[in-house]
Each structure stands twice: as C-alpha cells, then as structure tokens.
T-cell receptor, first 112, second 115 residues
C-alpha cells in the first residue's frame, strides 16, 4: 500500500525552541493534513492543505504542501509544554475520497 | 455538539474470544470510518461507511473482522476470534461531506489488548 515516511520519529526539545517535522512519499497526494494526538484521545486536525505550494498558518503552527505534491512539512514556533504529543501527517490520494493515509507519527516532548 | 464517541475505551480479552467495539458518530455525519493503530506504527484505514453502506472496506485485515452500521447511525466492529496481532487502538471518525475538504472528526479510540 501507499506509505508516508515521517521524520523525525521523536524529538526532545527545550521550551521556546522551534520544531520542524516532515513527511515524504513516492506517491502524489492532492491533500495534506496534519493532526495532533494527545494521550488517551483521538487525532485532532491542526492544518489542512489543498494546493501544491500552499503555505498555511494556524497560530504558532505553519505547514506547507510541497510543490511536487509528494511531501509536506510542519513547523511549530516557540514551543510550549502543551505542544507535547504525537503529530501525524496524513494525505489523501487523488480519487481517494476522504480515505487518509497516515505517517508513522512524530513524538514531541518539551522540556521546561 | 457531541463529538465522536467510542465504547469501550479499553478492552482486554484472551486470544480466541470475541470483542465488539462501538462508535457513535457526530449526528448528521453520513460518513463513518474505522482506523487502527498498531503499537508504534502508522494509523491505518480499515473501512468507510456512507450511511449504512460499505463504501470501501479495502483495509479490513481478514474475515475475522466484521463491521456494521445498521440504520446508518452508530457502527460496530466485531473481531471474532481475536488474535494477538489484533491488539492496538481502534479509532472511529466521521465526516459530513463526500469530498476531501470535509474534515474527519476522530473519537478517542478503543485500546484493545489481546493476551
């Protein structure tokens, strides 16, 4: 099946630092999504990207849809303790309806 | 608005037993999805309902898994008989529209442990 390679697998950073994570694929996606999962909860949508080259911000979060449509990155600026969690990228293939293909997740830990 | 509700939140069963997971989507959402995350791996698609019909069940692992959505409201996912590799977190999600721009709302998941 389709595979999204997400990196890094985990990050341990200091409060206030900026964070960057990305996803790449050999397949072309027409939608890229970034989710965050807190412990004991389901994934919550952070940012949705629908066009190649699109750059979208949501507060301290910024994400971009790669020009080749095969990759996306998520940046978090000035991290705070509540940013802790697992971040997942997800993509929708052309003709895939709403079926999501997820990355393996990036575990983010923030040190005070 | 109530979110997607899943029950139970945790289930521990022995290999060979049967377990039924339930999902109540957001009211009015025709689309209902089941996903699963096995420990440390990606969240994988299992199947998609549109109302009571199975739109896509290409992700169902094998015939030990049976999903239903009678009446197009809540859905159940039954695993019978359960195997060790079925352990993981089962997520349900729902959405309103039929196109990619209708966001999926996820439930908190059911953590299934098969011993």
């Amino acid at each position: 099946g389709q595979q999204l390679n997400q990196s890094p697998q985990s990050m341990f950073i200091q409060e206030g630092e900026d964070v960057s994570m990305n996803c790449t694929s050999s397949s072309i996606f027409n939608t890229w999504l970034w989710y965050k999962q807190d412990p004991g909860e389901g994934p919550v949508l952070l940012i949705a990207l629908y066009k190649a080259g699109e750059l979208t911000s949501n507060g301290r979060l910024t994400a971009q849809f790669g020009i080749t449509r095969k990759d996306s990155f998520l940046n978090i600026s000035a991290s705070i303790p509540s940013d802790v969690g697992i971040y997942f990228c997800a993509g929708i293939l052309t003709g895939g309806g709403n079926k999501l293909t997820f990355g393996t997740g990036t575990q983010l830990k923030v040190e005070l | 608005e109530a979110g997607v509700t899943q029950f139970p939140s945790h289930s521990v069963i022995e290999k060979g037993q049967t377990v039924t997971l339930r999902c109540d989507p957001i009211s009015g959402h025709d689309n209902l999805y089941w996903y699963r995350r096995v420990m440390g791996k990606e969240i994988k698609f299992l199947l998609h309902f549109v109302k009571e019909s199975k739109q896509d069940e290409s992700g169902m692992p094998n015939n030990r898994f049976l999903a239903e959505r009678t009446g197009g409201t809540y859905s159940t996912l039954k695993v019978q008989p359960a195997e060790l590799e079925d352990s993981g977190v089962y997520f349900c999600a729902s959405s309103y529209g039929q196109k990619g721009k209708s966001p999926l709302h996820f439930g908190n998941g059911t953590r299934l442990t098969v011993t």
